[in-house]
């Protein structure tokens, strides 16, 4: 089985995807203001492809090692509730976080780009990261996204999700235009 098959393949299973943010939805700048104030750029190709994934049933969590107000207002925009920043020990949460929902560690993938996501990578059934992710994350990763953190890596890991659970075509419908009798 090649590497892709093997990604897919344990994609297939997925029923919760958690993210990191520094890096991976964010291209890793940290932005003070005069007030001391944290702001961080987010990518909106990723945030459609985090909703796509919710309306196709997925579970998503965001598991980071940062606080910042900035990062609570964007995944209260974009319905994510399983918000968890702060965090020392990631593959705790997670462990946590699968036993109040129920599943295994094979349902659950995690995307992360650096040290502090390794252990969390390894203990989740898929991981992912993005094309700049430290060597050490590509090594762990199931799947590298062929693009960078914070420029539509996200998505492109929600879509590739989507795509070996055969979902991607029913998550694309709703944007597709319909027959209008338009020749073409």
């Given at each position: 089985?090649?590497?892709?098959?093997?990604?897919?393949?344990?994609?297939?299973?997925?029923?919760?995807?958690?993210?990191?943010?520094?890096?991976v939805?964010t291209?890793?700048?940290?932005?003070?203001?005069?007030?001391?104030?944290?702001?961080?750029?987010?990518?909106?190709?990723?945030?459609?492809?985090?909703k796509?994934?919710?309306?196709?049933?997925?579970?998503?969590?965001i598991?980071?090692?940062?606080?910042?107000?900035?990062?609570?207002?964007?995944?209260?925009?974009?319905?994510?509730?399983?918000?968890?920043?702060?965090?020392?020990?990631?593959?705790?949460?997670?462990q946590?976080l699968l036993?109040?929902l129920?599943?295994?560690?094979?349902?659950?993938?995690?995307?992360?780009?650096?040290?502090?996501?390794l252990?969390?990578?390894?203990g989740?059934?898929?991981?992912?990261t993005?094309?700049?992710?430290?060597?050490?994350?590509?090594?762990?990763?199931?799947?590298?996204?062929?693009?960078?953190?914070?420029?539509?890596?996200v998505?492109?890991?929600?879509e590739?999700?989507?795509?070996?659970?055969?979902?991607?075509?029913?998550?694309?419908?709703?944007?597709?235009?319909?027959?209008r009798?338009?020749?073409?």
């Open positions: 089985m090649t590497r892709f098959a093997d990604a897919q393949a344990h994609a297939h299973r997925l029923k919760l995807m958690a993210f990191d943010v520094d890096g939805l291209d890793g700048s940290l932005f003070y203001s005069d007030d001391g104030i944290e702001l961080k750029a987010f990518n909106t190709l990723d945030g459609l492809g985090l796509m994934l919710q309306n196709a049933g997925l579970q998503v969590a598991i980071t090692g940062r606080k910042a107000g900035c990062v609570e207002a964007r995944m209260k925009n974009l319905g994510i509730d399983l918000l968890f920043q702060g965090v020392g020990d990631k593959l705790a949460v997670m946590r036993g109040d129920g599943l295994q560690a094979a349902e659950a993938g995690y995307m992360g780009d650096d040290l502090p996501d252990q969390i990578m390894a989740c059934g898929f991981s992912a993005p094309a700049n992710g430290h060597a050490l994350a590509k090594r762990i990763a199931r799947h590298t996204t062929q693009l960078a953190g914070g420029h539509g890596a998505r492109e890991i929600c590739f999700i989507l795509d070996a659970q055969g979902k991607l075509d029913a998550a694309y419908a709703p944007f597709l235009p319909g027959d009798g338009v020749e073409r």
